[in-house]
């Protein structure tokens, strides 16, 4: 589950997007080619492009393929498309703790890794990244089964 907030203003386009594996909500990708449905083909951060790339996280309505069921473990299905959100500065993003690669706490950040749709907890924005994220506070979600999920509130900081 993820929960996206921004200042009320249009922060960019939404895309539509399609993998070749599943991906759950929350994961940061780039585009890739156009496809004929306009659909963009999605690629996984790469060391190369990671001070260049504008990425994207993956937010889908979490509903079952039908749109009339709420479904607590949503993944976006390989090959189906999913929803693409623009990061850019001053966007808020409220992200389960299982999609950050080690701890996030607050004031320390948030960036895109190579070959990783995850991401990475770290002190400080050496090594160069386009996109990062500082995290504001610790946060929970409670999803449809009534479980709580641990989570933290970060805002995109460049992008």
Not at 50 to 71: C, I, P
Not at 75 to 80: D, M, P, R, S
Not at 90 to 107: F, H, N
């Amino acid at each position: 589950m993820i929960e996206l907030t921004s200042p009320s203003r249009v922060v960019g386009r939404i895309f539509d997007g399609v993998h070749t594996a599943d991906l759950k909500n929350g994961a940061i990708v780039g585009l890739d080619t156009i496809n004929a449905d306009g659909t963009y083909d999605i690629k996984v951060p790469a060391t190369a492009d990671l001070d260049t790339e504008s990425y994207y996280m993956v937010n889908t309505g979490e509903y079952d393929y039908t749109g009339n069921e709420l479904v607590s473990e949503f993944t976006n299905k390989a090959g189906k498309p999913m929803a693409l959100f623009p990061l850019v500065a001053d966007v808020e993003v409220k992200l389960p703790a299982d999609m950050i690669t080690g701890t996030a706490t607050t004031g320390e950040y948030l960036i895109p890794a190579d070959g990783d749709t995850l991401l990475n907890a770290a002190a400080d924005l050496t090594g160069g990244t386009k996109l990062a994220l500082v995290v504001v506070d610790d946060a929970t979600f409670l999803r449809t089964d009534g479980y709580r999920e641990d989570a933290v509130l970060a805002r995109v900081i460049q992008g």
